[in-house]
T-cell receptor
Framework: SAVISQKPSRDICQRGTSLTIQCQVD?????MFWYRQQPGQSLTLIAT?????????ESGFVIDKFPISRPNLTFSTLTVSNMSPEDSSIYLC???????????FGPGTRLTVL | QKEVEQDPGPLSVPEGAIVSLNCTYS??????FMWYRQYSRKGPELLMY????GNKEDGRFTAQVDKSSKYISLFIRDSQPSDSATYLC????????????FGSGTRLSIRP
């Protein structure tokens, strides 16, 4: 299984600022995924990041708010821009597992916006 | 209506009890049904999956799918305090364009 690390593990930010979350995988992967997990809510896919191309965003998520970089096959970043308290959530990155239906997740970044 | 509904709990049971966790769904295109376990401060990890209808057993865990009722279950036998976690059901269709849809998770606590 892939080992995924995320930085930072948690942060408390002020309204209007931006935070960049890093995701590092111990092996090369084609696709990386970014999810949001709000309290009591389902894991929600924000976007899919392929190396060498623009990220694909899900309905309700836009590049200006959540810019993503994917500079190589083991690394990606998600920026949460112009934050508001509604952006307080856990942000998780994941990669495809060997099975069609499997994903490996990082430990998550717990973000609190004041 | 959400595509996948899951009771958030919390569910608290004594050690050794049988636990039943459930999800309902609305999209008949779902073909793979998964259960992820998420410990506190960790990311979800795949516990087991089932393709289409039927049962699948793995040690103390049994996954059950009833596609006619659009209902899936996870049973945990002889529950242990180490089973205390949030359990998320998840499902995906067969199309290459399908995405995994997750339930909101049920928080389970096993009392010693």
């Amino acid at each position: 299984s892939a080992v995924i690390s995320q930085k930072p593990s948690r942060d408390i930010c002020q309204r209007g600022t931006s935070l960049t979350i890093q995701c590092q995988v111990d092996s090369q992967v084609t696709m990386m995924f970014w999810y949001r997990q709000q309290p009591g809510q389902s894991l929600t896919l924000i976007a899919t990041a392929n190396q060498g191309s623009e990220a694909t965003y899900e309905s309700g998520f836009v590049i200006d708010k959540f810019p993503i970089s994917r500079p190589n096959l083991t690394f990606s970043t998600l920026t949460v821009s112009n934050m508001s308290p509604e952006d307080s959530s856990i942000y998780l990155c994941s990669v495809d597992g060997p099975g069609y239906n499997e994903q490996f997740f990082g430990p998550g970044t717990r973000l609190t916006v004041l | 209506q959400k595509e996948v509904e899951q009771d958030p709990g919390p569910l608290s049971v004594p050690e050794g009890a049988i636990v039943s966790l459930n999800c309902t769904y609305s999209n008949s295109a779902f073909q793979y049904f998964m259960w992820y376990r998420q410990y506190s401060r960790k990311g979800p990890e795949l516990l087991m999956y089932t393709y289409s209808s039927g049962n699948k057993e793995d040690g103390r865990f049994t996954a059950q799918v009833d596609k006619s009722s659009k209902y899936i279950s996870l049973f945990i036998r002889d529950s242990q305090p180490s089973d205390s976690a949030t359990y998320l059901c998840a499902m995906i269709g067969y199309s290459s364009a399908s995405k995994i849809i997750f339930g909101s998770g049920t928080r389970l606590s096993i009392r010693p």
